[in-house]
């Protein structure tokens, strides 16, 4: 393999500052001192830090968007594994159509997502609750739960299966005993990149939020579209913070690229 | 319970029930009313009537606010895109030829930012614009590059740097996949017949991963146009795109009737842009996909 030239080295390092530049200063300016936004800050402080335990908005919608991540990837992932196992086993009619409908939310805009649940859960009196909420985050991150568990549940050899049903098992224990154990890895990661799509999901989730049920990402785009000030900015921090554990995880468990790109033939 | 091994006979629609009734009843139904709700009628007094008009419609076709506005959604999009490709296509080559440990570790980096809230990501360009003596500002000013202060915050610029930003993982990722699927042995066979670095990057390289280029520019596009934290915190309340005209009707004017309009007419115009794309793609390079 031949290596990279210098030029393509100075390009790299451009690049990357690019791409770490924003959520680097997000990070600086949220140990800033002062009170207002300073750049580059003078000194090192954990005031901000200190500072959201006094708005209890910001908490609130932390927990919100944490318990509405875990409650809609379960679901979309409950929902989600029989409709894998008979897309990725039976032939019948229809199977590109009804996989191209469970893949939609992936193709149609989320402020039209958004638009469209505003309206319909208006006129169902579901509006402003936080079951409207659940049902619209299960449906836009059904797709990243379906793809992964397809792909485990396509990958997946039979012969065991087979071998079990030879043996007396019934369904039920064929599917407990044997294939759950073996599309599991698949439904992990699937149930992770679900929950992380619930947990950054703004632009669709802003339609529905009311006062009560709004999600940490809302919270923080209403409070930046009036002001910003250092005290989003350690919000922010934290959110970047927690999210590249979740990363490192992720990435140590499965590997980042195959959970990015819907292949997590890893480990089964 | 069906017999011994083989397939077993059993209607799929068992399983498939739980997913067909959430789809059709809270996916399919929502869409259907949405672009039932951009044929009804709206005051300001009398709020929304139930009625078939064209009004809306007749609305976004003569009014030049919405031609505007549009075409400035259409822009920013290709723009960004352009972006994208021009910039994450080299680095997903220059990543492709890296050692073991670097190539994992900045892989991370690069894809990284796609799972961090896009809200954060956005405030991070708003800080490093943020008014004349932004971060961006004063290093342009200190290289020389510019003499003054350029405005990003609330303009067209701002909206396109911090668009691809947000969007190039998908790019990367994309020409990263078509990468990994060249063998490495063409291009040492160029190489060694005489060809020049640059001969192989454009006779080799660059035709075995257009259709990644080209898909990955299909994603970046249209999730450009349908941005919405993007746009709306970098573009504030004066530069309108699609979808924050969208949300503006309805929820500051509440002329929900208009902004239905404007949000089918972006998911029709979206849909068309990225099905004729596709198919034009796929017929382009039927071996390549083969």
Known sequence: MSRNGPLALIFHTLFVLFMVAPIVVVCLVAFTPEGFLSLPTAGFSLRWFRAIARYPEFINAFWMSLGLGALSSTLALIIAVPASLAIARHAFPGREALSALLLSPLMIPHVVLGIAFLRFFTQTGLSGTFLALLLAHVVVIFPFALRLTLSSATGMDRSIEHAAISLGASDWTVFRRVTLPLILPGLISGWALAFIQSFDEVTMTVFLAAPGVETLPVRMFLYIQDNIDPLVTSVSASVIAITMLALILLDRLFGLERVLTGHSDKGS | ?290
């Open chain 2, 1 to 290: 319970m069906s017999g011994a091994a083989g397939e077993r006979v059993r209607p799929p629609w068992a399983l498939l029930a739980p997913a067909l009734m959430l789809f059709v009843g809270v996916v399919v139904t929502p869409l259907v009313m949405t672009l039932m709700l951009s044929f009804h009628d709206w005051g300001q007094y009398k709020g929304i009537e139930p009625v078939f008009i064209l009004k809306n419609w007749q609305e976004i076709w003569s009014d030049s606010y919405f031609h505007e506005m549009f075409a400035r959604t259409f822009r920013i999009s290709v723009l960004a895109t352009l972006i994208t490709v021009l910039l994450g296509a080299p680095e997903a080559y220059i990543l492709n030829r890296m050692r073991a440990p670097w190539k994992g570790f900045f892989l991370l980096v690069i894809l990284g930012p796609l799972l961090i809230s896009v809200v954060a990501r956005t405030l991070g360009w708003a800080l490093l614009f943020g008014g004349n003596n932004g971060v961006v500002n004063m290093a342009l000013m200190r290289l020389g590059v510019i003499s003054g202060p350029l405005p990003f915050m609330f303009t067209e610029t701002g909206v396109i740097v911090a668009l691809a930003h947000v969007l190039m993982p998908f790019m990367v990722l994309s020409v990263w996949a078509a990468l990994q699927k060249i063998d490495p042995q063409v291009e040492n066979a160029a190489m060694s017949l005489g060809a020049s670095h640059a001969t192989v990057l454009r006779r080799i390289i660059l035709p075995q991963i257009m259709p990644g280029l080209l898909s990955g520019g299909i994603i970046v596009f249209s999730l450009a146009a349908s941005a919405f934290a993007t746009p709306a915190i970098i573009g504030g309340r004066r530069l309108k795109v699609a979808s924050t005209l969208a949300y503006d009707e309805f929820l500051n004017t509440l002329n929900w009737p208009l902004g239905a309009a404007v949000a089918v007419l972006l998911l029709v115009a979206l849909i068309l842009i990225v099905v004729s794309s596709n198919a034009l793609i796929e017929r382009r390079y039927a071996e390549v996909f083969r």
